[in-house]
Every structure is written in C-alpha cells, then in structure tokens.
C-alpha cells in the first residue's frame, strides 16, 4: 500500500480491502472523472463499508485507494479533499444553511469571506439562495438534502460519495430531487460513488452499477445491461426478472437442475443464462389447447399485490418462476396460495446469454 506515490489513472482506482469482526469486504472499484458509479446490494453486503473506507471512517486492511493519481489510504477524512452526502445529511444545527456550506472550504483554509462568497454561489446553485440564513430544523427534507450536496460540491471534490441521498424524502419529494440530484451529477466533473437500496435511483442517476453480495463484485454494467443480463438471482429479482442458470444445444435450454427443457429463439450453445420478464408468463386452470411449447404445471406459492398488477410466485420443480397478472385474472383463475394451474413462456419472450 502506497508504494507509489503517484500513478497515471485518474479518477478513482480503488482495491477496498476491509475486516470487520466476521465480514470482509474486497472491491475493486474504478470511476471516471464525471463518471457516476452506484453500489447496490442486499442487507449486509458491504456497501455502507466501502463507502467508509472511501472516506476513511474505517482503515484498509490492504490494497489500494487513489483519486486523479494521488494516494488517500493514509490521509485522514478531512484531508481527503473528498465530498460527502450522508443520509442523515449530518448538517450543523447551530449553522445557518450559508455557515453549513462554507464549513466546508473553510476547514481546508479558505478565508471566511471567500469561503462564504462560495457558499452564496453554490446555494444559488442548488436552488435555495433565498435561505442562506435559514437553520437547517427549518428547512424541509429535500432543501436539507439540497444544502447538503452543496456542502459537499464546495470543497471541489474529486470524489463524490453519496450514502442513500434520497432514502430519507417522502415519494413526492424524492421524485423531485431525485431529479434535481441527476442534473448536478450531470453537471460534476469527479467521480462519484452512491449507494442505494432503490434500483430505480441507480437506473436513473448512475453510469454503472456495481453490484456487491457479501462483500464481493458480482456483477458491474451499465444499468441497461445488467437489467437485461442480470447475473445473479439478487439482480435478477431486483430488476424483475425470471432467470436461470443452464444449457443451451440447439435452440434450447435444459435448466440446470434438468427438470425442464425451453425452447428459445437464440443459437447459443454451452453454458447459458435464460431471463425473461414476469409479464410473459401465462397462466392457465387447465392445460391450454394447441399445447404451447415452454409449458409446465406450477403450485402458487404467494400471490403479492404490486401496485395495479398482481406478482403470482411460482414453485419448482420444475421452475420456480414469477408471473405477472392482472387483480381480474386472479379471480378468473380463482389462484390462491396452494393452487396448482399450468405456466407458459412463448420462446420469444426468453432472453438467453453466455454464463
Ligand atoms: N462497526 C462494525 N463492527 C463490526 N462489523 C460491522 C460493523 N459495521 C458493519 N459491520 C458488518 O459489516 C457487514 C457489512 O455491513 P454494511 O453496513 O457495510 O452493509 P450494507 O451493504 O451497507 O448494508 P445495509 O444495506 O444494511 O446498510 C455486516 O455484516 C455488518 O454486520
């Protein structure tokens, strides 16, 4: 760690290797100048740790951590030059949203009125000129949210690290400044790192997504790509998709526990993955006439409301599967948890790509 001072990558270039009690976590993490990169994750998968260590809340046990070519493993958070936005937003109650602002720059020696003459302008920014003197108990969630990215944009960052910026809003609120925050990352030209439960902020304000389970990559893309190729089954049903693991020969898949054969529309051969959407799977009482191909007899595990559809969760063998109905095909195929009916995917509605 450390052995040279300088290199010639720039933005970030990170191996992240950190121990706590029984966890660890190794990441490799790369981002561009004005590149936005978020992590996500289930529960427990380290993402709040690489963040930490980002900022250096908590020590690298090993590997590496530069910003534009300069070594950060040994600086102390304050001397990192690094921007942060925490969920809780961490502002000074006792500052005004100016005081709060220029805090920043004046902690890495700027003079109080240049310090405030900046913190005026990136108020203006964000939008809330009129409440420089506001304190922040004053201030709704979202002008809270708004002075603290000013706050972290006032140092100048290389590096942006934004920890869950919009968990703390209300749906509507979240809404807007979800895409207030998609402009100012627009307009940023460090590199940035977010963390978020919320797929749908990472589709929409991220470059790339890197997807960690317990504490290791598994899968990075941008959005689009993971979301047509998820690579595993946390991906898979974060994005909403039916996907498997199994092998292709000859316009086929035999799934990988064998027990059913699908017909595709793709030539792979080998090892495969096979995804499609919820939305294409048919549901029938009897066995449907004509025999469609992809067809196989299926036990309602739990049938889940989801805003004005109906998420009906399927059990294997031979394919545990999610489908997706309407409240009126529910009653119509009278499905209850328990009931045994017949499941379809045409051969056009599957997805097959390389394992
Ligand atoms: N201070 C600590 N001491 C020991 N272990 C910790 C500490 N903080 C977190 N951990 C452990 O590190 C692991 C990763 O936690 P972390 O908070 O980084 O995950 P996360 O992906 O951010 O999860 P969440 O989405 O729940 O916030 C967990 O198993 C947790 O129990």
Redesign the pocket.
């Known amino acids: 760690m450390g052995e040279h001072h300088m290199s010639g990558v720039t933005g970030l270039d990170a191996r992240l290797v950190v121990r706590?009690?029984?966890?660890d976590?190794d990441l490799e993490l790369r981002a561009e100048p004005g590149e936005v990169v978020a992590l996500l994750?289930?529960?427990?998968?380290?993402?709040?740790?690489?963040l930490?260590a980002l900022a250096g809340l908590v020590p690298l046990h090993d590997g590496h951590l530069r910003v534009d070519g300069t070594d950060l493993s040994r600086l102390p958070p304050e001397r990192r030059g690094i921007g942060m936005v925490f969920q809780d937003y961490l502002l000074f109650p006792h500052l005004s949203a100016l005081e709060n602002v220029a805090f920043g720059p004046r902690s890495q020696g700027t003079r109080k009125r240049e310090a405030r003459r900046r913190a005026a302008e990136w108020l203006a920014h964000v939008g809330l000129a009129d409440h420089a003197d506001a304190r922040p108990r004053a201030l709704s969630g979202g002008q809270a949210q708004r002075v603290a990215l000013a706050r972290a944009l006032a140092v100048r960052p290389r590096l942006l690290l934004l920890d869950e910026p919009l968990a703390a809003l209300d749906a509507h609120t979240r809404l807007e400044i979800r895409a207030a925050l998609r402009r100012h990352l627009a307009g940023f030209d460090g590199a940035a790192v977010l963390?978020t439960?919320d797929p749908l902020d990472a589709m929409v304000l991220a470059d790339r997504l890197v997807v960690?389970e317990s504490?290791r990559l598994v899968q990075e893309g941008p959005p689009a790509e993971v979301a047509r190729r998820p690579r595993t089954d946390y991906v898979a049903r974060l994005v909403g998709l039916n996907l498997y693991r199994g092998h292709a020969a000859a316009g086929t898949v035999l799934i990988d526990d064998g027990a059913i054969k699908l017909d595709t529309v793709d030539r792979l051969e080998g090892q495969v993955f096979l995804a499609f959407a919820p939305s294409s799977v048919a549901l029938y009482r009897s066995r449907p006439d004509g025999s469609p191909r992809n067809l196989w007899q299926a036990r309602v595990e739990a049938i889940e409301r989801q805003g004005d559809r109906v998420r009906v969760r399927l059990e294997g063998p031979p394919l545990a599967a999610a489908a997706d109905v309407t409240p009126g095909a529910v009653a119509e195929l009278g499905l209850v948890e328990g009931s045994v009916i017949w499941a379809a995917v045409k051969a056009t509605e599957t997805h097959v790509y390389p394992a």
């Not at 994750?41 to 690489?50: E, F």
Request: proline content about 5%; cysteine-free; charged content about 15%.
């Open positions: 706590r009690g029984a966890f976590l994750g289930p529960n427990g998968a380290g993402k709040s740790t690489a930490r963390v439960h960690l504490g």
